[in-house]
């Protein structure tokens, strides 16, 4: 019926305009092809709507009055907005029937709290589908900050201090340095409300530990319905930290062992559960059964929509969870600014003939200092990101001016260079980077993998082009990136899987500081780190306890709107 009142609606505006107007039911009954009697259905409904006033006349002879209160433009985008609350992107899209900046504005402009009776929604833009939201998959920055606001793990990091805290499991012990207890709480339920049982514990922990650095989890078993017992085949002063990441996040055991698992409709613990995830729109609600504190906000509704990573300067900052451009953003009035903790770095493959020796690699490397990319890159874009002498801003590894190159150009011809798909910066780079070798005779060559390939270090490059971000504690959290993750472990030693396996020892037995073993990563010059951005966080004034995170969002439990 809404679709079809909204036809009659646009046909008495084509034939009266905004102006009051006099009529007839017959009149109407013959514009609109329908019966006197539907035509007075089809105006009670447009007059509770909003869109018309409808003052009748009784008597044989005598002329209603008519007025339409909605131009086009305006109604269309009242449509839309009807739309967009029953997550019809794309319908929403067809009905504003703009320009694809537009279209892009108006989806901003519709973001914000939301409050329906008591329920209090916010509802955030997006640039690009989330489909994979399970632990243990790669997982991009966005992905991490909302796994952990759908699952749980056996402890968790405090995104503020970086501490360590109790999660499923209140209390932990180490027995020994090899062997740990963890003790669970009671009553906790996954989203479907079955409770969590201590197999769910042992199954998730053993899916985790064909992951590097959940080797030495050398058997889990259960004590009891409530009590872990963890044996390690390597000391590991840091597994309670190790428990708190995504890897290691719970799950049902039946769905693990059954393959149930579902990227797009994950099945968790944590205070949001997956009410929808399609490509248009992911909508996470409130979940009443969350042993912690119940959320303050009952559902966070995110809206996918790719033109708005142009709209939005190609995403460096956030707003209310999404990167937008700088500036006063109307009706955005909380804001917090801090550098990011990562940044973007390019990584040489120690199986490129080309960039074997490290003079070739450190002339590869002038010329495509951070420094001298920026200076090509459009101002717009330039003023958000900070030259990187490290992974970590606090962090100084590499030479901080320009230095004059006393090295003669290398016999390279062709390099190719390897980033992943929907992130919209990365073909500014390498368009720059592609421009500076151009001036030496060296023809550049850009793939694109989609991110599991690139996380995995599928197919061949000479260079690999990427972005990270570190959760607290940074300095923790970029040594298992470096020593986790597949595509690092094949880069930074040089393919030297001795000196792999020693750095990952001498960390986990706490021998090897981070600031270290970055030095020596960069020192050995298979890792440059490019740029900082500016990471900003922005909401409306009536949104209360929104802090800014390492990965660029907030804690969507922490956050409520005040009315």
Request: aromatic share 10%; with cysteine; glycine share 6%.
């Amino acid at each position: 019926m809404s679709g079809r009142l909204e036809h009659y609606y646009q046909k008495l505006l084509e034939q009266y305009g905004l102006e009051p107007a006099a009529t007839t039911l017959q009149q109407l009954a013959d514009l609109l092809f329908c019966s006197r009697r539907h035509v007075r259905s089809l105006l009670r409904s447009m007059e509770q709507a909003g869109w018309i006033h409808w003052l009748a006349e009784s008597g044989r002879g005598r002329q209603s009055q008519l007025q339409c209160r909605l131009a086009l433009d305006a109604f269309r985008r009242h449509q839309a907005r009807h739309l967009l609350a029953e997550g019809k992107l794309q319908q929403a899209v067809a009905t504003v029937g703009a320009s694809a900046e537009e279209v892009s504005r108006f989806i901003l402009s519709e973001c914000g709290r939301v409050t329906e009776g008591e329920r209090q929604l916010l509802r955030v833009p997006y640039y690009r589908p989330l489909p994979n939201l399970l632990p243990g998959l790669p997982l991009r920055r966005s992905e991490a900050h909302l796994v952990r606001q759908i699952f749980n793990g056996l402890t968790r990091v405090n995104e503020e201090n970086g501490e360590v805290e109790a999660d499923l499991a209140h209390h932990w012990q180490a027995l020994t340095p090899l062997c740990w207890h963890f003790f669970l709480r009671p009553a906790v339920r996954f989203h479907d409300g079955r409770r969590l049982q201590a197999d769910d514990v042992v199954a998730s922990l053993q899916a985790a530990s064909h992951l590097p650095l959940f080797a030495h989890l050398q058997q889990i078993r259960a004590l009891s319905p409530r009590q872990i017992e963890i044996n390690l085949s390597c000391e590991d002063g840091h597994l309670p930290w190790l428990l708190a990441q995504c890897e290691a996040m719970i799950q049902p055991a039946s769905h693990l062992r059954q393959g149930l698992v579902s990227g797009r409709l994950p099945l968790g613990t944590g205070p949001y559960l997956v009410a929808e995830n399609s490509s248009e729109r992911l909508r996470l609600l409130a979940f009443d059964d969350y042993f912690g504190l119940r959320a303050l906000l009952d559902e966070v509704d995110i809206w996918m929509w790719p033109a708005l990573a142009q709209q939005l300067e190609l995403g460096n900052r956030q707003v209310c969870g999404l990167e937008v451009s700088s500036g006063q953003e109307e009706g955005f009035d909380n804001q917090e600014m801090a550098l990011e903790q990562g940044g973007y770095f390019l990584l040489y493959d120690p199986r490129s003939q080309q960039l074997a020796s490290p003079q070739s690699r450190r002339w590869v490397q002038q010329q495509l200092a951070p420094w001298q990319l920026m200076a090509a890159v459009p101002a717009a874009f330039r003023r958000y990101w900070a030259p990187a002498y490290s992974l970590l801003p606090q962090w100084l590894h590499a030479a901080p001016d320009p230095e004059p190159s006393t090295l003669s150009a290398p016999g390279i011809q062709k390099l190719t260079l390897v980033y992943y798909e929907q992130q919209p910066e990365y073909a500014l780079l390498a368009e720059q980077m592609a421009a500076r070798l151009r001036q030496s005779g060296i023809e550049l060559e850009c793939q694109e993998l989609d991110y599991a390939s690139w996380w995995r270090g599928d197919g061949q490059a000479d260079l690999w082009l990427g972005s990270v971000n570190f959760q607290a504690p940074a300095e923790t959290g970029l040594a298992a990136w470096l020593l986790g993750t597949p595509l690092l472990r094949s880069v930074i030693s040089g393919g030297d899987a001795a000196t792999l396996a020693s750095w990952q020892r001498q960390w986990q037995q706490g021998t090897l500081a981070p600031v270290t073993l970055m030095q020596e990563v960069m020192t050995l010059g298979w890792l440059q780190p490019l740029f900082h951005h500016w990471l900003r966080l922005q909401g409306t004034a009536q949104a209360r306890g929104m802090r800014l995170n390492n990965l660029g969002w907030f804690d969507f439990k922490s956050v409520w709107l005040k009315p």
